[in-house]
């Protein structure tokens, strides 16, 4: 078994028993893997957090993830200076906000963060608007290990993920 095919299988059986698990990402490869499984559960109301420390992995995961929905390559940008980037997609319009830069939770109300639940929210630095999360939701929380090697705790929250074929 391939270590790809290996992590997938690990991913669908701990799915199956628990609404969080962790999985290795050895590389950009398995990132794009990862991406490509979550692109299945993408649709309207949709809520991702993406979480960890800046350099780690979050926008590209964003940028797999928008890539793997899209029909064309599109070229998916850090939102840490606009702070919000929206993709309209055939099938579906994602608003991809950064809010690393947001000192206030209420400074989200002014980019439209309550239009953006009618369709796909990922969200870059999602600790500040905690207040804000829907029950169902997707959190993706990237680490690093001593030894440098990447990883990701991936959390279903809600009933819409609770009998999730994953």
């Known amino acids: 078994m391939s270590i790809i095919n290996y992590h997938i299988f690990i991913f669908e059986y701990l799915r199956k028993m628990n609404d969080e698990f962790n999985i290795s990402l050895?590389?950009?490869?398995?990132?794009?893997?990862l991406a490509k499984k979550i692109s299945k559960l993408i649709a309207k109301r949709t809520f991702i957090c993406l979480k960890?420390?800046?350099?780690?992995?979050?926008?590209t995961f964003a940028n797999f993830l928008i890539n793997e929905l899209s029909e064309k390559k599109v070229n998916v940008l850090s939102p840490t200076y606009?702070?919000?980037?929206?993709?309209?997609?055939?099938?579906?319009?994602i608003w991809h906000y950064d809010l690393y830069r947001v000192k206030n939770k209420n400074e989200?109300?002014?980019?439209?963060f309550?239009?953006?639940f009618n369709d796909c929210v990922l969200v870059e630095w999602p600790e500040i608007?905690?207040?804000?999360y829907p029950e169902n939701r997707i959190e993706l929380?990237?680490?690093?290990?001593?030894?440098?090697?990447k990883n990701v705790k991936i959390f279903f929250y809600g009933k819409k993920?609770?009998?999730?074929?994953?």
Do not use: C, W
């Open 82 to 93: 606009s702070i919000l980037q929206i993709y309209e997609l055939k099938k579906i319009k």
């Open 129 to 132: 608007i905690n207040d804000y």
């Open 26 to 33: 050895k590389n950009l490869k398995e990132t794009k893997i």
């Open 141 to 149: 929380e990237f680490y690093e290990k001593k030894n440098l090697e």
């Open 108 to 112: 989200i109300f002014f980019l439209d």
């Open 114 to 116: 309550e239009n953006a």
């Open 52 to 59: 960890g420390e800046l350099g780690i992995g979050k926008t």
């Open 161 to 166: 993920y609770n009998k999730l074929k994953f």
